[in-house]
């Protein structure tokens, strides 16, 4: 019996294996229907995308083919070269899309601008034998690429994208899309993702989602509850101040740390601009600027102009919470880190939502205590002073 089992088990486990390698998706195992064969290939990082070449260099020619699958037939994909730099902006591409007719269109496009929505034109260099299929959810493009005058180690970069009206829209600058770039050596084969050189960039954009988060997204509302709830503890006055403006000066430090990490990113990334993340970002680095100088010239309690300065600073103290949370989860969909990331920060918001709504029913049962009890010793006071309760002497009498 044990025997069996173990049979069953090791069948199964051998079917699993040889499913699981029938539809991993390298380019080694890859056998193109026409026949062709190419020197090497590469699977490239993102977007489902591997590119085969053969490079010949007494002709310095490359020929390629370049496989995006799993993409639409409502989508275009493109493969470049950039002779100049890295990036997208210079690049000389390939672009490949199905048009509402079925036919696929395949042509040359030199990429000037990152806002560009491919137009054809000449490329840098020659291209012959250029050619794309399309079926099964992937789409081919093939040419013959005459690069005399370009290094042997290219830089290189991969896209797809929205087709409208047979036309290609912007590319998604978020995710994969703006990690689809490398370098790579057509004589040793060796290739690098842009993932390792872009490291610096990914780190700095995850150090300015963190410094937000804490700062903007979860000190600044602990802050405000200890103003609005801690205060009601008569113990715990006026050390209630000094909690309240030492962590909201901290996350303002903090907040302004990363509020600058992400201008410079912005200047770092000319082409890639997230607007209603960066306009928020400023609004609210302006918004508590005003907080922190209306602390300094904040009046005293029984001043008669302290009234108007709390409806402005409490204003402005619950529009940063909204903004700062608002701008937090915007980040979060720029970033798109692991699904915890999110779900850890919204549950945070949850607590803290939930403790304000316990500590403010609190607050409102403590203040009518105190009224009511205010009341009863002013009855009483009013009593003893020969007065009923109502305003009426009572010559000594009750």
């Given at each position: ?6 049979g ?7 079917m699993a ?37 053969t ?47 079925g ?9 000037t ?64 899309n ?27 954009r ?18 405000a ?83 108007y ?31 915890k ?6 549950g ?5 939502a ?9 607050t ?35």
């Amino acid at each position: 019996m044990k025997f069996g089992l173990r049979g069953v088990f090791s069948s199964f486990t051998i079917m699993a294996s040889m499913f699981t390698s029938s539809f991993a998706q390298t380019c080694s195992n890859y056998a193109f229907a026409s026949n062709k064969i190419f020197n090497a290939c590469n699977d490239l990082p993102v977007l489902n995308s591997f590119l085969h070449y053969t490079y010949n260099p007494s002709s310095k020619t490359l020929k390629i083919a370049y496989r995006h699958t799993n993409i639409g037939s409502s989508q275009w994909v493109a493969w470049a070269i950039n002779p100049t730099s890295q990036g997208m902006a210079g690049s000389q591409a390939v672009v490949a899309f199905q048009q509402s007719n079925g036919k696929i269109k395949v042509y040359t496009s030199p990429v000037t601008s990152y806002y560009t929505r491919l137009q054809e034109g000449d490329l840098s260099f020659p291209v012959s034998d250029l050619s794309a299929t399309y079926s099964n959810n992937e789409i081919i493009v093939f040419a013959t690429l005459a690069i005399q005058n370009v290094s042997t180690n290219l830089n290189h970069v991969w896209q797809d994208g929205r087709v409208s009206n047979d036309a290609p829209m912007v590319h998604a600058t978020s995710g994969d899309n703006i990690k689809s770039m490398g370098t790579l050596n057509v004589l040793s084969g060796q290739s690098r993702s842009a993932l390792g050189a872009g490291s610096t960039k990914t780190k700095k954009r995850n150090i300015h989602g963190i410094l937000n988060a804490i700062s903007w997204g979860i000190m600044i509302p602990l802050g405000a509850i200890m103003a609005r709830y801690v205060r009601v503890f008569k113990s715990v006055d006026p050390a209630w101040f000094y909690l309240h403006v030492t962590c909201q000066t901290s996350s303002y430090i903090i907040g302004v740390a990363g509020w600058a990490t992400g201008i410079r990113l912005g200047s770092q990334s000319p082409g890639i601009q997230f607007t209603s993340h960066r306009i928020i970002g400023i609004i609210l680095f302006c918004v508590a600027t005003l907080q922190v100088i209306a602390l300094l010239v904040r009046p005293k309690k029984d001043h008669k102009f302290r009234i108007y300065w709390n409806i402005y600073h409490h204003s402005l103290g619950y529009g940063i919470i909204i903004l700062g949370i608002i701008d937090i989860f915007k980040g979060f969909d720029i970033l798109q880190p692991e699904n915890k990331w999110k779900k850890s920060y919204s549950g945070i918001i949850i607590v803290l939502a939930i403790v304000a709504l316990l500590l403010e029913a609190y607050t409102w049962f403590v203040v009518l205590k105190r009224k009511k009890a205010a009341k009863s010793e002013k009855i009483m006071t009013n009593g003893r002073n020969g007065h009923n309760g109502y305003g009426v002497a009572t010559n000594g009498r009750v």
